[in-house]
């Protein structure tokens, strides 16, 4: 297993899921909810991980048992900049080397992934088949600078802030590039695994 002792995640799932009639960690893939599939995965790499849900998906997964030990509440109605700031200030940044951006409709990829991502030691985006997705991965130093300490308005995006700097990794998992935004994309996805 990798050594991500110093790597966070942030798990982004504030949204209301509106193309899926409810919060996204909350979907059914496959016989079991969505944040469950997503939480094994990533407990596969030993990445500390921070979920940042909204008060409604709160109340649910405090419901459950064994949900995500981490969990910082944001407003479903505000933009995703802003649940990825609010996770961010939930850190203890001084422990952290560099913290992966993970959005709740984009599977965890597998280890190899993370640690070539981690290895840069920059901002760093994975990239199959000549395109971009997920997990971000942001250096603590860069985080300080850009995101904590930098002016943001509500239309502010990661993707944008990063341009300019990121790394590029060529990866082989084709879930980073997999969004499940409505049913149909989680059952394409669901053909291709087996969950």
Same mark, same amino acid.
């Given at each position: ?6 790597? #966070? ?5 504030? !949204?209301?899921?509106? /193309?899926?009639?409810?919060?996204? *960690?909350?979907?059914? $893939?496959? =016989? ?42 944001? #407003?479903?109605?505000e933009p995703m900049f !802003?649940?990825?700031? /609010?996770?961010?200030?939930?850190? *203890?940044?001084?422990? $952290?080397? =560099? ?12 280890a190899a992934v993370w640690r070539a991502l981690s ?77």
């Amino acid at each position: 297993m990798p050594n991500f002792e110093c790597d #966070h995640v942030l798990v982004l799932a504030g !949204g209301k899921g509106t /193309r899926m009639d409810g919060p996204k *960690v909350l979907m059914d $893939v496959g =016989g079991s909810p969505w944040w469950r599939v997503q939480m094994d995965r990533l407990a596969a790499t030993g990445i500390e991980q921070t979920w940042v849900v909204s008060s409604t998906t709160r109340l649910a997964l405090d419901a459950e048992s064994s949900p995500p030990k981490r969990l910082v509440e944001a #407003h479903s109605d505000e933009p995703m900049f !802003g649940s990825l700031i /609010r996770g961010i200030r939930s850190l *203890v940044i001084d422990r $952290v080397r =560099g913290v992966f951006i993970l959005p709740i409709d984009v599977p965890a990829p597998d280890a190899a992934v993370w640690r070539a991502l981690s290895a840069t030691r920059q901002c760093a985006v994975p990239i199959y088949r000549s395109k971009r997705g997920h997990p971000i991965y942001l250096p603590i130093d860069w985080i300080r600078s850009h995101l904590l300490h930098g002016p943001h308005g509500t239309d502010s995006r990661l993707d944008t802030l990063v341009q300019r700097v990121r790394t590029n990794v060529e990866v082989h998992d084709p879930d980073v590039t997999t969004n499940l935004n409505t049913p149909d994309d989680v059952a394409m996805w669901l053909n291709a695994n087996e969950i």
